[in-house]
């Protein structure tokens, strides 16, 4: 009996060199528009202690619940996760490494998490985050230069006219705990009228239930009481501010009361960008202020804000919206050869066109001599130009350049290739 075929785990994809083309692309597109606000790189382990997720994400949150991957350490029997979000490790590595008291830290991630949920189209076991989090600021402005970042990206990527921003304010964890108790009291007196999602949050995590997708609960809603009239008065001042400072930029955006966001550290502003190209899985970005997390896993009193992008679905909306900005990997210059001493020639060639044009691609053909088969490799990568080197080239210390889209090829001389090349690629 064959032994069973080893398929990837269900949920986690792998990502082939043509899809690695468009990631690499919208990476460096993500990271050049970082760097150009002053924000820099931190990476965290993929792993770490469950603690940390629990007293960040919240015991009671779906995610710590029943999404987690935990397990033991073999060693040393304590309890380790795979992150699940990439704020808590950032959190933790700031507290550990004395990177945030009485300091300003802007920092940007990107990199895998991980989380047990059922597969679907934009939802995956194993996803890509990219985030910012910025440390001690506590004013709007620092609110409103993180959206003016993500709206330049949108611009960036070819999408901004497909995500619209939605916006909240949350207020203190003293003025979310009023409307919680009035939230629940509320919905107690229409038990018959929740699904088993909302009554199983009820007394958990209530404000979950205004993000449920029932559209029977969003009715309920209707005369639930309202956020907004529980905010403290430095939240509502903070709201208007970023608000005009939104207005002032030109940032159009909706304020949904609705708008929680599922993870138990955030207070204040809170916001998502969200698309109507994706079906279900809309939201494309999400984050907001946290300035409890810090104190709550250990450090001093910081104020902090961040967001987080998932990138599988920020890259399935480029390509549904966007598809000029396409993979690509093609190749730019093709090395073709035959006969004694001639692949020599054409890997020192390519070495040396590499050196003048490190951002060009360019491959050696190996593995055949005759002539067509080698033109045929070349139109298969998509080869702009071909370096052809027979022995009669090695006796002429030539090369002839062909440009494979107009057919036309020229005698150029060995010393002069890499000079002839950039001349005609630019």
């Known amino acids: 009996m064959a032994e069973k075929k080893i398929q990837a785990i269900r949920g986690m994809n792998d990502l082939l060199p043509t899809d690695c083309m468009l990631w690499q692309q919208v990476e460096e597109t993500v990271k050049r528009v970082f760097n150009s606000y002053g924000y820099n790189e931190i990476r965290t382990p993929i792993v770490e202690d469950t603690a940390l997720f629990k007293r960040a994400v919240g ?46 830290q802007r920092l940007w991630y990107f990199g895998p998490a991980f989380r047990h949920e059922r597969p679907q189209k934009g939802r995956y076991r194993q996803f890509h985050q990219f985030g910012v989090e910025v440390f001690g600021l506590t004013g709007p402005d620092i609110d409103a230069e993180l959206i003016l970042l993500t709206a330049r990206l949108w611009k960036a990527l070819g999408i901004a006219e497909h995500t619209t921003l939605e916006l909240n304010s949350i207020g203190s964890l003293e003025s979310r705990a009023n409307y919680k108790q009035a939230l629940v009291s509320y919905l107690e007196q229409h038990q018959d009228r929740l699904d088993e999602d909302c009554k199983r949050r009820l007394y958990t995590n209530p404000l979950r239930i205004l993000d449920s997708k029932n559209a029977d609960i969003q009715e309920l809603l209707n005369e639930a009481p309202k956020l907004f009239e529980y905010l403290d008065a430095p939240s509502y001042e903070h709201f208007e501010g970023l608000c005009k400072l939104l207005d002032d930029n030109g940032i159009k955006y909706n304020i949904n009361q609705r708008l929680v966001r599922g993870l138990d550290y955030y207070n204040r502003t809170v916001f998502e960008w969200v698309t109507s190209s994706l079906g279900a899985q809309g939201t494309v970005c999400g984050g907001g202020r946290y300035d409890s997390l810090v104190s709550q896993l250990g450090g001093k009193s910081t104020p902090a804000v961040g ?18 900005l396409k993979s690509n990997n093609n190749i730019d210059i093709y090395m073709i050869s035959s006969g004694d001493k001639t692949l020599a020639v054409a890997q020192q060639l390519a070495e040396q066109l590499r050196d003048v044009m490190p951002d060009k691609r360019i491959m050696t053909n190996y593995g055949t001599s005759n002539f067509k088969k080698q033109f045929s490799k070349a139109d298969k990568h998509g080869a702009k130009i071909a ?17 494979l889209q107009s057919g036309e090829q020229f005698d150029v001389a060995q010393n002069s290739v890499a000079e002839y090349c950039m001349n005609i690629m630019d």
């Not at 009669?392 to 002839?400: F, L, R, W």
């Open 387 to 403: 370096i052809i080197i027979g022995e009669n080239e090695i006796s002429a210390n030539k090369v002839i350049i062909k440009n």
């Open 59 to 104: 015991e009671v949150t779906d995610i710590v619940e029943k999404e987690m991957y935990t397990f033991n350490d073999r060693n040393e029997n304590e309890s380790i996760t795979l992150r699940p979000e990439l704020t808590a490790g950032c959190v933790r590595a700031g507290i550990e490494h004395g990177l945030l008291y009485n300091q300003e």
């Open 307 to 324: 967001f987080a992008i998932g990138a599988e679905r920020l890259i399935l909306l480029i390509q549904s919206v966007n598809p000029e």
